[in-house]
T-cell receptor, first 114, second 113 residues
Framework: EPEVTQTPSHQVTQMGQEVILHCVPISNHLYFYWYRQILGQKVEFLVSFYNNEISEKSEIFDDQFSVERPDGSNFTLKIRSTKLEDSAMYFC????????????FGSGTRLTVV | AQSVTQLGSHVSVSEGALVLLRCNYSSSVPPYLFWYVQYPNQGLQLLLKYTTGATLVKGINGFEAEFKKSETSFHLTKPSAHMSDAAEYFCAVIQTGANNLFFGTGTRLTVIP
């Protein structure tokens, strides 16, 4: 069964450093998403991406965040200057048809900011 | 705005007992509803979804959920719990006019041998 692949599984970074989280969505999917889950809290939407541009973003997705699909297969989330409160599990997801029929999540990257 | 409420952050059942995980939603229009499961150290896996049509929805691993508009509920059930069902379960709804999911706070299911 096709999978969404996320690397690395765990990333530790110092406060103020830039970090890039990597995702390889399912190959024929057109819609891409990032969510995050702070430890012990619910899963929160960050951003959706379609047709090479951001289609929606939440209040969490401020100027410190950016997304890119650099080569047609990868989908990256960049945090420009990490803060302690950015520590969370970050999930990438993709869908062929948009959210209505659910989408496939990756196994996540645990980001720890120290 | 839509929201989902999951009653009970922790539920414990004995192996073989009925599993009932509660989810209520608030929405001004018929929503699309989802249940996701998260096993330890893994990502979110879609269990089942309600979009339109039959209100009783069957999913993977023997789970099912019933959309009850009058009760604004979408509770998840399984007749007989298995040890492998121990996980975190999230109810989710599509945000109105949006293309993203709004998740509940999750319910951790423990299965007691």
């Amino acid at each position: 069964e096709p999978e969404v692949t996320q690397t690395p599984s765990h990333q530790v970074t110092q406060m103020g450093q830039e970090v890039i989280l990597h995702c390889v969505p399912i190959s024929n999917h057109l819609y891409f998403y990032w969510y995050r889950q702070i430890l012990g809290q619910k899963v929160e939407f960050l951003v959706s991406f379609y047709n090479n541009e951001i289609s929606e973003k939440s209040e969490i997705f401020d100027d410190q965040f950016s997304v890119e699909r650099p080569d047609g297969s990868n989908f990256t989330l960049k945090i420009r200057s990490t803060k302690l409160e950015d520590s969370a599990m970050y999930f990438c997801a993709s869908s062929a048809t948009g959210v209505n029929y659910g989408y496939t999540f990756g196994s996540g990257t645990r980001l720890t900011v120290v | 705005a839509q929201s989902v409420t999951q009653l009970g952050s922790h539920v414990s059942v004995s192996e073989g007992a009925l599993v009932l995980l509660r989810c209520n939603y608030s929405s001004s229009v018929p929503p699309y509803l989802f249940w996701y499961v998260q096993y330890p150290n893994q990502g979110l896996q879609l269990l089942l979804k309600y979009t339109t049509g039959a209100t009783l929805v069957k999913g993977i691993n023997g789970f099912e959920a019933e959309f009850k508009k009058s009760e604004t509920s979408f509770h998840l059930t399984k007749p007989s719990a298995h040890m492998s069902d121990a996980a975190e379960y999230f109810c989710a709804v599509i945000q109105t006019g949006a293309n993203n999911l709004f998740f509940g706070t999750g319910t951790r299911l423990t299965v007691i041998p």
